[in-house]
T-cell receptor
Framework: AQSVSQHNHHVILSEAASLELGCNYS??????LFWYVQYPGQHLQLLLK??????LVKGIKGFEAEFIKSKFSFNLRKPSVQWSDTAEYFC?????????FGAGTRLTVKP | DAEITQSPRHKITETGRQVTLACHQT?????MFWYRQDLGHGLRLIHY???????NKGEVSDGYSVSRSNTEDLPLTLESAASSQTSVYFC????????????FGPGTRLTVL
């Protein structure tokens, strides 16, 4: 069975700092990749997804992620975080209808 | 607006009791999913359905069952609740199965005493 690892459990940043959250997966074949976000008190919602094509994917709210196949990675980035980005972020990988989520990274942005 | 609703939002039950968690979506999606969220594990797939009368086991299906009698609803049943099933449960739906964005409900917090 495949696995998804998010190595950062809790990240604390000041506003305007740059963000990079790591995501690695174990499956060697074709994958669909997602980042979801859960703001406090809200439903999980999709930030961005990668299926094929350009490995640099742009999502909502200024987030982007880069798929590096050789490293089995799909890291999430944002050049300048805001207080409103405080949330929990989940990486998810679908491989042959086996959907796995990472354990999540809690991001706290200090004003 | 289309949405997914879950009920109840909070439930406390006792070990051994049968519990059913409701999930209702108005997206008209064929695909529906149940996950549980536990600290340190993220979301884990319990069961999923590609359409009416279709159900499939996920990663952590033991002790759970689902049935799909219409497009809108996928109730999750815990046949005999155990303390290990204390968790937050999320329902989701999508247009094209696992290859598509999933839309999530607000979650149900279940405590088994």
């Amino acid at each position: 069975a495949q696995s998804v690892s998010q190595h950062n459990h809790h990240v604390i940043l000041s506003e305007a700092a740059s963000l990079e959250l790591g995501c690695n997966y174990s499956y060697g074949g074709t994958v669909n990749l997602f980042w979801y976000v859960q703001y406090p008190g809200q439903h999980l919602q999709l930030l961005l997804k990668y299926f094929s094509g350009d490995p640099l994917v742009k999502g909502i709210k200024g987030f982007e992620a880069e798929f590096i196949k050789s490293k089995f990675s799909f890291n999430l980035r944002k050049p300048s975080v805001q207080w409103s980005d405080t949330a929990e972020y989940f990486c998810a990988v679908n491989a042959n209808n086996d959907m796995r989520f990472g354990a999540g990274t809690r991001l706290t942005v200090k004003p | 607006d289309a949405e997914i609703t879950q009920s109840p939002r909070h439930k406390i039950t006792e070990t051994g009791r049968q519990v059913t968690l409701a999930c209702h979506q108005t997206w008209n999606h064929n695909n529906m999913f149940w996950y549980r969220q536990d600290l340190g594990h993220g979301l884990r797939l319990i069961h999923y359905s590609y359409g009416v009368q279709d159900t499939n086991k996920g990663e952590v299906s033991d002790g759970y069952s689902v049935s799909r009698s219409n497009t809108e609803d996928l109730p999750l049943t815990l046949e005999s609740a155990a303390s290990s099933q204390t968790s937050v449960y999320f329902c989701a739906s999508s247009n094209r199965g696992f290859r598509d964005e999933q839309f999530f409900g607000p979650g149900t917090r279940l405590t088994v005493l």
